[in-house]
């Protein structure tokens, strides 16, 4: 039983760098969500998906985008890194429509210099 | 504002020494009211959804309760494999909102 599956671990970009943080599902879950966890703050929602082709802007979306690729896989880029983004990353899924998130993956700790 | 507050922010107990912990909301309309554990370098597990207020539900040594305006986290006899950071949300209309967490360190 994977649950949600996120990919790189760890990573370090250099400010102005672009990268992809990969998250999959094998639940079989309609929804998708994207958080950043930062120290002193609770999860803060980036952006959510209801199905394949479709999602909406959370709390904090500006410098991210994402694609829901298929019902799995749920992406969130960041096109030019900026220091203000280093945080922890999480992916999660649940069976309802922006729902309570159920499932979550073990995030991606990522530094930008 | 809608508003999520836990407290304490850090809890050290005894093996044995049951406690219990807080999360107070100020939110217009509250959907359900959610707790999480969470463990160093993992996402977050999730343990309880609370509906309405005078509703419990239970796990092994843990016992979640709700009023109408707070929700209390018990946990009785706690054992070292306890320590971890127990996250409470809450949801309204559309929003869903995390607090910041309550860090538990259970000491044999």
């Known amino acids: 039983n994977a649950g949600v599956t996120q990919t790189p671990k760890f990573q370090v970009l250099k400010t102005g760098q672009s990268m992809t943080l990969q998250c999959a599902q094998d639940?079989?879950?309609?929804?998708m969500y994207w958080y950043r966890q930062d120290p002193g703050m609770g999860l803060r929602l980036i952006y959510y998906?209801?199905?394949?082709?479709?999602?909406d802007k959370g709390e904090v979306p500006n410098g991210y985008n994402v694609s829901r690729l298929n019902k799995r896989e749920f992406s969130l880029r960041l096109e030019s890194a900026a220091p203000s983004q280093t945080s922890v990353y999480f992916c999660?899924?649940?069976?309802?429509?922006?729902?309570?998130?159920?499932?979550f993956g073990d995030g991606t700790r990522l530094s930008i210099l | 504002e809608d508003q999520v507050t836990q407290s304490p922010e850090a809890l050290r107990l005894q093996e044995g020494e049951s406690s219990s912990l807080n999360c107070s909301y100020t939110?217009?309309?509250?959907?359900?009211l959610f707790w999480y554990r969470q463990d160093p370098g993992k996402g977050p597990e999730f343990l309880f959804t609370?509906?309405?207020a005078g509703e419990e539900k239970e796990k092994e040594r843990l016992k979640a309760t709700l009023t109408k305006k707070e929700s209390f986290l018990h946990i009785t006899a706690p054992k070292p494999e306890d320590s971890a950071t127990y996250l409470c949300?809450?949801?309204?209309?559309?929003?869903?909102?995390f607090g910041t967490g309550t860090s538990l360190t259970v000491i044999p």
């Open positions: 639940m079989n879950h309609n929804s």
């Open positions: 949300a809450v949801g309204t209309g559309n929003q869903f909102y």
């Open positions: 999660a899924s649940s069976t309802e429509a922006k729902g309570q998130p159920q499932h």
């Open positions: 939110v217009s309309g509250l959907r359900g």
């Open positions: 998906s209801a199905s394949e082709g479709t999602t």
């Open positions: 609370l509906y309405s």
